[in-house]
């Protein structure tokens, strides 16, 4: 099997371990991955900001990258969302029937990498041991828009030592929601001490997600706080303990 | 719906730091939530029912000139009078003629947020009419001299000692306890009075029925029923979108209805009643139909969906910004998620600028909405709509928003964009420089660290891999 990674320009700048992870994780699953090199950003932030418009030319890239891509991974729920839930929508906007079509024949190729391992490639043991203890975030887009469903948690019970802890108000959002998080700094920020103090509450060493965006937003509060807790990607953790 | 004092960021901010309000908004929201989702679950077909609804209300919304005379033959032919009003001024001096045409200082209302939106009251009050409140929460809000900041709990934001000491100090009543059943023994004594006296009563309308003429009031306290069964005259009010085509629709919405908004399998009054009758109710009826910006959010095809609401507040109780800012940092008679959506179309985008940023489109209010509308699909498009059309957005932003565009455009830009943040990562990993960035950077170090830049991206990480050069 082979797929096209959508790394996304948030992990690919930023986060770049979590792409690394996901390649190593889908090659040990005996997954051949491609990554197309003229990919860049999906236009979600644009878009969420009001600027669909402006990011059509973003959605045409995307689609001619991804043209040959039986099918496109990405470690992102929420960038994933972005194609599934809102390139129909803007190519239309745009008044581009055919970008519409060419969008329609692409979202059942996109999937989220935990619902890719879990529920496409049917593995939930990845090999990996991880011996901390965690608990599970579960992130808004990918939840509600991508529908992860318990895919994440399948994962990370298949892991060699990990303590998996429940997360109390698990479904509240964590309060980052892109430029939300400055433009509704004060909101955002209730939002987010809920969020930590019920991480905090877990006793977790390590919080994970299938977000990176969340996660940033999370563990930048926890590290404001000197709590002592690390954030790491879901695929990081199915990564740890591995051979290659 | 009165000027915007202020943004929805800056009164938020000033919300968050009242304790009282934080801790009444978080009780009460999760209570109703858990109420509802256990209603709710008690429903096999609640997404089929959903589903309907929506076909229901989407069939309203483009067909509205057919049911919206359908409806007024039937009111007419049951013997009430329709009047049609183009926004709230005209609404406001149709409702002042008509109550001072009975000759009435006063008049009861049944609980309504249309007539909140119309200022209603203060246009009474103006002409020398005072409108008492008789919902428990509206009449508490209204002794306050206060605004309602929930669509469901006006009073959301009060407590029982607060609320006793305002009816202590209103009726003379030094003695009185914060015991709720002689709270509301007070305010029964005081409005029954108030039901028998006055001969003119005021309320919304919940749903109207084009095929008969039927108007549906749903309520919780019976004093809804006291105010339309009463009074010689009674006013109703009602959104043009209110109106439903079939008597047999309401099965649907009045199963959806309760099950969302106090998470009760029915609510405890429904009042159905149709024009008027000799020797039974009031002897003449008054039906306002209010256009008030909504067919100018029916001209927006993304927008519309809006004007499915049936003013459940289910998204309110769901949403975690809701629950913290409160009501009134909306600055609307329509709060929260719904508010964020309506009031800028009905109003104006300019009037309520910031209410389409007040989400962090986390999709909660989506998934409880009874009627789906998808709020957060909305939200987006309104902010495209104030980027656009209005200058309420910062020129900065727009450049930034377009240059950014601009650099995801090649794959060269979008390098050559990456080096340099890797580039200048040093200083981003100062705490005491950041934590005082300017500018939307110090919006994100005040409270949070920011991340650390790495060396090597991911494609070029890619690259050298697959040069062989390195793993």
């Not at chain 1, 429940?166 to 909101?187: I, M, Y």
């Not at chain 2, 929805?8 to 929201?29: I, K, M, Y």
């Not at chain 2, 209110?242 to 099950?259: A, E, F, Q």
Request: proline share 5%; glycine share 8%.
């Amino acid at each position: 099997m082979r797929v096209a990674l959508f790394i996304t320009c948030f992990n690919d700048t930023l986060f770049p371990e979590t792409g690394k992870a996901v390649v190593r994780i889908l090659e040990r699953l005996g997954v051949e991955v491609d990554f197309p090199v003229d990919q860049t950003c999906c236009g979600q932030m644009h878009s969420n900001s009001g600027y669909g418009l402006e990011v059509v030319p973003l959605v045409r890239r995307f689609v001619r990258v991804f043209a040959d891509a039986e099918t496109i991974v990405t470690p992102s729920g929420s960038c994933a969302s972005m194609v599934v839930d809102h390139y129909e929508r803007l190519a239309k906007l745009a008044g581009d029937e055919a970008l519409a079509a060419q969008v329609g024949g692409l979202i059942p190729r996109v999937h989220e990498f935990s619902t890719f391992v879990a529920d496409e490639l049917g593995v939930e043991d990845v090999g990996a041991r991880f011996p901390y203890r965690v608990v599970y975030h579960p992130a808004c887009h990918a939840t509600r828009l991508m529908r992860v469903g318990d895919a994440p948690l399948r994962l990370l019970r298949g892991v060699e030592g990990l303590e998996l802890v429940d997360l109390p108000d698990a479904a509240t959002c964590c309060g980052f929601g892109g430029t939300f998080s400055v433009k509704n700094q004060a909101v955002s920020t209730a939002m987010m001490a809920d969020k930590l103090t019920n991480i905090m509450a877990t006793g977790a060493e390590v919080c994970t997600a299938v977000d990176n965006s969340c996660l940033m937003h999370i563990g930048g509060g926890l590290a404001r706080l000197n709590a002592g807790i690390d954030v790491l990607h879901l695929a990081e953790i199915l990564a740890a303990g591995s051979v290659n | 719906m009165t000027a915007v004092a202020d943004s929805f960021p800056r009164a938020a901010a000033l919300a968050l730091g009242d304790r009282q309000l934080r801790h009444n908004l978080r009780n009460a929201t999760h209570t109703i939530r858990d109420k509802r989702a256990a209603a709710v679950a008690e429903v096999p077909e609640w997404q089929a029912l959903r589903d309907a609804a929506a076909r229901i209300k989407d069939d309203v919304l483009g067909n509205l000139d057919v049911y919206l005379e359908r409806l007024e033959e039937s009111v007419s032919a049951a013997g009430g009078h329709v009047h049609w009003a183009r926004d709230g001024t005209e609404a406001c001096a149709i409702v002042t003629r008509l109550v001072a045409a009975e000759g009435a200082s006063e008049a009861i209302k049944v609980k309504s947020l249309t007539t909140d939106e119309i200022g209603l009251n203060e246009a009474l009050e103006r002409a020398g009419i005072r409108a008492w409140e008789t919902d428990l929460a509206e009449m508490i809000v209204q002794l306050a001299g206060d605004r309602p900041s929930h669509i469901l709990v006006p009073a959301i934001h009060f407590s029982r000692t607060e609320i006793r000491d305002l009816f202590a100090r209103s009726f003379g009543l030094p003695d009185l306890s914060d015991d709720p059943e002689e709270l509301t023994a007070v305010a029964r004594r005081v409005l029954r009075e108030r039901f028998m006296r006055i001969p003119v009563g005021i309320s919304g309308a919940n749903f109207a029925v084009a095929e008969t003429g039927t108007i549906v009031i749903v309520e919780s306290e019976g004093n809804g029923r006291m105010c339309i069964t009463l009074p010689r005259v009674l006013i109703s009010v009602m959104g043009i979108e209110k109106v439903l085509p079939r008597l047999s629709d309401l099965g649907t919405l009045l199963t959806l209805l309760p099950r969302s908004s106090t998470g009760e399998r029915a609510n405890p009054y429904t009042t159905l009643f149709t024009g008027v009758r000799d020797g039974d109710g009031p002897e003449e009826f008054h039906l306002i139909v209010l256009d008030g910006g909504r067919t100018k959010a029916l001209a927006d095809p993304e927008g519309r969906q809006a004007l499915r609401c049936i003013r459940c507040s289910a998204c309110l109780n769901i949403c975690p910004v809701y629950e913290r800012a409160g009501g009134h940092a909306y600055q609307s008679v329509y709060p929260g998620p719904i508010g964020s959506i309506i009031s800028p179309q009905l109003a104006g985008l300019q009037q309520h600028d910031s209410l389409p940023w007040a989400s962090s489109l986390c999709g909660a209010c989506a998934e409880v909405c009874p009627v789906q509308i998808d709020i957060p699909r909305v939200l987006i498009h309104l902010r495209g709509r104030i980027a656009h059309e209005t200058d309420a957005e910062p020129a900065t932003e727009r450049l930034a928003m377009r240059a950014l565009a601009r650099v995801f455009s090649t794959r060269r830009s979008y390098e050559a964009a990456q080096r340099a943040l890797a580039l200048g990562r040093s200083p981003l990993r100062s705490s005491r420089l950041t934590r005082a960035l300017p500018g939307p950077l110090g919006g994100w170090t005040a409270v949070r660290e920011l991340p650390h830049v790495p060396k090597q991206s991911f494609r070029d990480w890619w690259a050298t891999r697959n040069d062989g050069s390195g793993r």
